[in-house]
């Protein structure tokens, strides 16, 4: 309780408990700070909440429902397969739920006092929390913003009725008959492809000149010919020019290579990026902190921003809008607040798509570790070539491929694409870290039959003696 005005004294405000956050404050209390985090929306943020777990609840039981479908082709029949996509939702919900609660439990057991509200500067070392209940001050002596972003709303496609964002798109309680989506990256391939496979027809816009840009195109032609078998129309190149809605369906105008085309549906997605949230009441402008031309907090090598007993994480500083990124990060601000000598080093951030095949990727490209100046040498095995994948059924589309210095064989890099990339992913990143080299990974005796020995296959691939393909 507050008497009268007068603030309340904490080591360390962290504003926003989403994956930077919460886990900013928990290792900050791990370090014997105070802690207060403070946030208006649920524990967990947009990740757990309304993107990251949600989505992959969905995912999996739409992989599930494929599964069931195409069964027959290693003798198992099922017949009158449905989907019941309340129950759908209601899964998806207690997921959420029991990670959400699973996070409260762990701040209380940290002792990190949890506000539920807004947060807004009123100087440098103080701020207001305020709720419909109460609306104490605080001083503070560090503070940790984490505030993450939002989806970004483009002005000729508003969100509402059946324009959705990524949000609404995950909280549909039928599985529509056709669906548009406007941008082909990480959240529109998921959530597009997701749909597909719960038998929507789904239409997607993409400027740039393949889905997924951000991976190598021998990945993500892997993904646009999975996405569509399942029923799912690419345009590239192309642009959304305008949507016209009624009440039941919505008419998109685009362009592609100089024709105007125009599509039907019952609702359009539209993904084409995340905002940082660090406009609004939280009063940043209030404080002069520092900031880009895009929203963004500059911050140095600990995440502390101009203002150096004040840091910033996540969605919010320069870098990929990823939830372990921000986790990561709140790890090292929170030990920079303590006087460890921690540093955030972006040498090694997976990035992870989780459409089908899955595409994962860390450290350097093969045309990166080039321009970067090494002499490259890359390998790549297929998953083809692999017992546990054939054994799995269904497609063995996929490969792994290290790019590696050719002078010392020092990993610099990994792209996968195939079933469980987003796991194996992990042993590349340990790789790409610990400046592990490829005779490492090809020594390391990998267990018979998995998934994983097509890491030490690839590895062999790179030093030209590999057992199970013939060259390279």
Request: charged share 20%; glycine share 12%.
């Amino acid at each position: 309780m507050v008497v009268g005005d007068a603030s309340l004294n904490i080591d360390t405000l962290v504003i926003g408990a989403g994956p930077g956050g919460y886990v900013a404050a928990i290792r900050a209390a791990q370090l014997g700070q105070s802690v207060l985090i403070v946030d208006k929306s649920e524990l967990g943020g947009v990740c757990l909440n309304r993107g990251c777990i949600p989505s992959k609840a969905l995912i999996s039981a739409a992989h599930q429902y494929e599964v069931t479908q195409h069964a027959s082709e290693i003798g198992i029949t099922a017949e009158n397969v449905k989907v019941d996509f309340t129950k759908v939702q209601q899964f998806k919900g207690g997921v959420v739920k029991k990670l959400t609660g699973g996070v409260g439990a762990l701040l209380k057991a940290n002792k990190v006092q949890v506000f539920n509200g807004e947060c807004m500067f009123i100087n440098e070392n103080e701020a207001r929390v305020f709720n419909d209940q109460e609306a104490p001050r605080y001083m503070f002596k560090n503070c940790i913003i984490a505030t993450g972003s939002r989806p970004i709303e483009l002005k000729a496609f508003p969100f509402g009725s059946r324009i959705l964002s990524s949000t609404e798109a995950l909280e549909l309680q039928e599985v529509p008959k056709s669906m548009i989506v406007i941008g082909g990256g990480y959240i529109g391939a998921e959530l597009g492809q997701m749909y597909s496979k719960f038998g929507t027809k789904v239409t997607v816009i993409e400027g740039a000149d393949m889905v997924l840009p951000g991976f190598d195109k021998d990945m993500t032609q892997l993904v646009s010919k999975s996405m569509k078998k399942s029923n799912v129309e690419i345009f590239t190149g192309a642009k959304a020019e305008s949507a016209t809605q009624t009440d039941k369906d919505v008419t998109v105008k685009f362009t592609v290579k100089g024709e105007t085309k125009e599509v039907t549906a019952e609702y359009l997605l539209v993904t084409v990026g995340r905002r940082p949230n660090t406009d609004g009441e939280l009063g940043l402008d209030m404080i002069g902190l520092k900031m880009t031309d895009r929203g963004l907090v500059e911050v140095d090598h600990q995440g502390r921003t101009s203002i150096p007993h004040i840091f910033a994480i996540g969605d919010i500083v320069a870098g990929p809008a990823l939830a372990h990124k921000a986790s990561y990060e709140g790890k090292v601000a929170a030990e920079a607040i303590a006087g460890m000598p921690s540093v955030i080093d972006y040498k090694c951030i997976p990035a992870v798509c989780f459409t089908d095949p899955e595409c994962a990727s860390v450290g350097l490209s093969e045309s990166e570790a080039k321009e970067k100046g090494h002499k490259v040498k890359a390998g790549k095995f297929p998953y083809a070539g692999n017992g546990r994948a054939l054994s799995l059924g269904g497609s063995v589309d996929g490969f792994v491929k290290i790019v590696s210095d050719a002078d010392t064989g020092v990993v610099l890099g990994s792209q996968i694409v195939g079933p469980e990339a987003s796991n194996l992913i992990a042993e590349m990143g340990l790789a790409v870290e610990m400046a592990a080299t490829v005779e490492d990974l090809a020594l390391t005796i990998h267990a018979h039959p998995t998934l994983g020995e097509i890491v030490m296959e690839a590895a062999e691939v790179v030093l030209g003696h590999p057992i199970h393909t013939v060259g390279k």
